[in-house]
Structure formats: C-alpha cells, structure tokens
C-alpha cells in the first residue's frame, strides 16, 4: 500500500533536548510538507520541499529544522530554541499541481 | 466553518439529514480548494476538491460548491451517517508553484444518532 508513514506515534522532550520526527513516503512524490496543528486550531505551515536537496521555511519555522536527502524521507527536528513544541506534527506530500495532499497519522509531541 | 480562538464551530445534526459545512477562505487569487476530514488523533483524509473554474463538484455523497464573488466554500453531506463525525477543513491553495495550502480552522461535525 502507497502512503506516508510517520513516527513515533507520541515522543517526549525533556528541557533543552532536540528531538527529530521521521516521516516516510513510498507515494514517489517530489513534494513534502510538515505542519503543526494546536488544539482547536487548523495546520500551519513549518517547512516544505519541493525537491531533493532543497526546502524552504513556512509561517513557523523558528525552532524547527529539516533535511530532504532522500526523495522518500523529510525528518523534523524540534530544537530546544522551540519553547512551546507540544503539538500534533503532520507531514504530508503531494505530487504535482492541483492534487491534494496526503498525509500521515501525526507525532502527538509532549514536554517532560 | 471560520473561527477564532480555541473554540471550533460545532454543527450537530440528524442522522440521516443532510449537512451544510461552510468555509470563508481568505485569498481571492486562490485557484485550488481541498475539504479534508480529521478523525481524532489521526491526519486528515482527503475529500473533494476543486478547482477554480468550477462552481460545483460532486462525489459520493458529497457535494462541494465555490462562490468565487464572496470567497465561501461550501461541503454538502448527503444523508448523513454517525462515521461522518469528524472535524472538517477546507483549504486554498494559493499558488500550483509551491502545493502551499492555507487551511481554515475547522468545523465539528456531531451526527446524532
């Protein structure tokens, strides 16, 4: 089955740690997107890449990096400079224009 | 379907009625548009969608209709069944260049059985 896989399910930071959210996608798409959505609230944007190699920050990226070294894979760091990471993180992907994104089942991210 | 603050509009129906979920999006050069359904602890699912030169699309069941002069969208759910109960957005995107989606907040849809 093509989809997009996202993991841990839950994590935990303590003060001060980095944390990194894997997402996976075997849909052969060029694009990858991870959002942030706080309760009650919608999905905004933190980092995107449209290629290999390349990404671009969102609406909210400060505290947030990525890396896009394979076309499947688009990891999340949440960096201790985020002070407030409790969260549900989506990643989604897209293959070309006027097509929707598919997205994973979320990391649902705590503080210790 | 818009809100402000933590609070998302809620719309509590019958089983079996129809549902109406609306959407204001925000940019009127926005030219694709996506309603998605989130079930609780998992990633939205997707819908229907349209594009902005249409007024109307229909699928299973669902029905969505784009009135580009006030900038609302609008998601028909025929018949509606207790699995419909969700939260639904709509979204906009506003350039094919970068598959950016704006999404709104949200509406709770509760279906009474």
């Known amino acids: 089955d093509g989809g997009i896989t996202q993991s841990p399910k839950y994590l935990f930071r303590k003060e001060g740690q980095n944390v990194t959210l894997s997402c996976e996608q075997n849909l052969n798409h060029d694009a990858m997107y991870w959002y942030r959505q706080d309760p009650g609230q919608g999905l905004r944007l933190i980092y995107y890449s449209q290629i290999v190699n390349d990404f671009q920050k969102g609406d909210i990226a400060e505290g947030y990096s990525v890396s896009r070294e394979k076309k499947e894979s688009f990891p999340l760091t949440v960096t201790s400079a985020q002070k407030n990471p409790t969260a549900f993180y989506l990643c989604?992907?897209?293959?070309?224009?006027?097509?929707?994104?598919?997205f994973g089942d979320g990391t649902r991210l705590s503080i210790l | 379907g818009e809100s402000v603050g933590l609070h998302l509009p809620t719309l509590s129906v019958q089983e079996g009625d129809n549902s109406i979920i609306n959407c204001a999006y925000s940019n009127s050069a926005s030219d694709y548009f996506i309603w998605y359904k989130q079930e609780s602890g998992k990633g939205p699912q997707f819908i229907i969608d349209i594009r902005s030169n249409m007024d109307k699309r229909q699928g299973q069941r669902v029905t969505v209709l784009l009135n580009k002069t006030v900038k609302h969208l609008s998601l028909q759910i025929a018949a509606t069944q207790p699995g419909d109960s969700a939260v639904y957005f709509c979204a906009e995107e506003g350039s094919s260049n970068t598959g950016k989606l704006i999404f709104g907040q949200g509406t709770t849809l509760q279906v009474k059985p």
């Open positions: 989604a992907s897209v293959g070309r224009a006027y097509q929707p994104q598919h």
